[in-house]
């Protein structure tokens, strides 16, 4: 078995995390562009851009995680030099993504009927629905970016992943303003001129996308979109097997996310303010942990597909080492700097706005504490991933948010009376848990894995 040196697992390691996080970023910083260009139509359109806001990236996040394992699987091939099947493993992916747009489709096409449902303003749900059924025209094709995303992460192909990021974030940037503003003979449509933008923008890069995967000389080898003659369901099987657990853990952090928020709403607005602001840096710095995550699975994979299990051991252990001093250096700066990043956020001097000031500080500086364990999670879960580990994972972190998380957060921040502070503690000790749970389960999957290629 050869040894990879370590000078070399950090440069791979670092480079594709790297990659993805900037990546990732930039699909954060297109988002936040394209509100920020709603928000100057009115009071109304920004009310409805959060409603927005949540309801796309649940659909579309808990449909993308379904996806994952294109990525770990292909990995595995690769490493294990079967090339051929990463072209039959996309397939099987983009059949699963064709499957799934449909009931997403129908979601955004009644979005509004939906949203009165909830309690709704019929003002707010008539312009998220004008959104949405711009929006929902790129929905199959979004789908298929994200599989042929995987499959070219898988095969170190992420500087075109990253390439067409920055395509995509111009794109919609620029559409976006002449779509609602108007521009020349084109007539300003407001809210929904960003969601054409950004149908516009997914169906080019699917274009671009697509054209790459079957002109490049150096990808004819995977047949990566050449149609595979023969029944796969197994390989279809496989990807349900490890998504659907995933795609579980995903849908139960969004539910307790909003749960959580609610329950912080409960004490009121100073406290519902604090955690706006300290989520926001929680919410933006958190995207480059889910990158190093997902980029540990995939090297993982590539290892595992060689039975090179020490390496495979070595990438999850410097993708850690990754996400931990990324965390530790994001941990001192809310430590060092929380009031100017506070006054971000607010700049006045009345008494209401020092309490706040004063909360905010204190939760900001123990989210930069979560933020650093919740790297350690993020990072041991996409680990196991690439081991195609999911289920325990999925059971572990459910239980705790649900039955240690959660309960903690209501006696934390109710019974005992601590507040805020109290209820951001409780989330820090369920994340000391699961880091001590999921470590022996990462150690346990790397002896026994040893012990069965000795």
């Known amino acids: 078995m050869n040894i990879t040196p370590v000078s070399v697992i950090f440069k791979r390691t670092f480079q594709l995390a790297l990659a993805m ?28 851009s959060a409603l927005m806001s949540s309801t796309q990236i649940t659909l579309i996040v808990i449909a993308m995680s379904l996806l994952f394992p294109v990525g770990v699987m292909s990995a595995r091939s690769f490493g294990a030099e079967k090339f051929e099947q990463i072209g039959v493993i996309l397939q099987q992916g983009l059949i699963i993504a064709t499957i799934l747009s449909i009931p997403l489709m129908l979601i955004m096409w009644n979005i509004k009927p939906i949203l009165l449902l909830f309690g709704q303003t019929i003002s707010l749900a008539s312009i998220d629905q004008s959104y949405f059924t711009m929006y929902l ?14 499959a070219l992460l898988s095969i170190q192909k992420q500087m075109f992943v990253l ?68 029944r796969h369901w197994d390989l279809m099987k496989k990807i349900l097997s490890i998504g659907w657990p995933i795609c579980l853990q995903t849908s139960s952090d969004l539910i307790a996310f909003s ?23 929680f919410i933006l710095l958190v995207v480059p942990i889910f990158a190093i995550a997902q980029s540990s699975g995939i090297l993982i994979g590539q290892a595992r597909g ?25 941990m001192l700066i809310f430590i060092l700097l929380p009031h100017q990043l506070i006054h971000l956020y607010e700049n006045s001097s009345s008494s209401q706005t020092a309490a706040l000031e004063h909360l905010a500080v204190v939760v900001l500086i123990l989210t930069g504490l979560r933020l650093l364990l919740d790297a350690a999670n993020e990072i041991y879960v996409g680990s196991l ?61 790397c002896r026994k894995l040893l012990r069965e290629f000795k």
């Open 137 to 150: 025209l790129l929905v199959p094709a979004v789908l298929w970016v994200i599989c042929m995303q995987q």
């Open 259 to 281: 749960f959580t928020v609610m329950m912080v709403g409960w004490l009121g607005i100073t406290e519902l303010a604090a955690q706006q602001i300290s989520m926001q840096f």
């Open 21 to 48: 996080s900037l990546s990732r970023l930039l699909n954060t910083i297109t988002g936040f562009i394209g509100i920020l260009m709603i928000s100057h139509l009115g009071m109304d359109s920004l009310a409805a």
């Open 385 to 445: 991933r690439g081991l195609y580990d999911t289920k325990f994972p999925m059971i572990v972190l459910i239980l705790l948010t649900w039955f240690v998380g959660i309960p903690l957060a209501y006696l934390f921040g109710f019974i005992f009376h601590w507040g805020l502070i109290g209820m951001t503690c409780s989330g820090i000790l369920g994340m000391l848990i699961s880091f001590v749970v999921l470590h022996l389960r990462w150690k346990q999957q």
């Open 163 to 230: 390439f067409m990021s920055i395509f995509a974030l111009v794109v919609s940037v620029v559409s976006g303003y002449v779509l609602i503003y108007g521009w020349g003979k084109i007539p300003a449509m407001g809210v929904p001129g960003l969601g054409l933008s950004y149908s516009i923008q997914v169906w080019l890069s699917f274009i671009i996308y697509t054209a790459y995967c079957y002109f490049n000389p150096s990808l004819k080898k995977y047949g990566l979109l050449r149609w595979h003659v023969g």
């Open 306 to 330: 060689t039975k090179n299990i020490i390496d495979m051991k070595r990438y999850g252990n410097m993708s850690l080492y990754i996400g931990l001093g990324f965390g530790v250096i994001v």
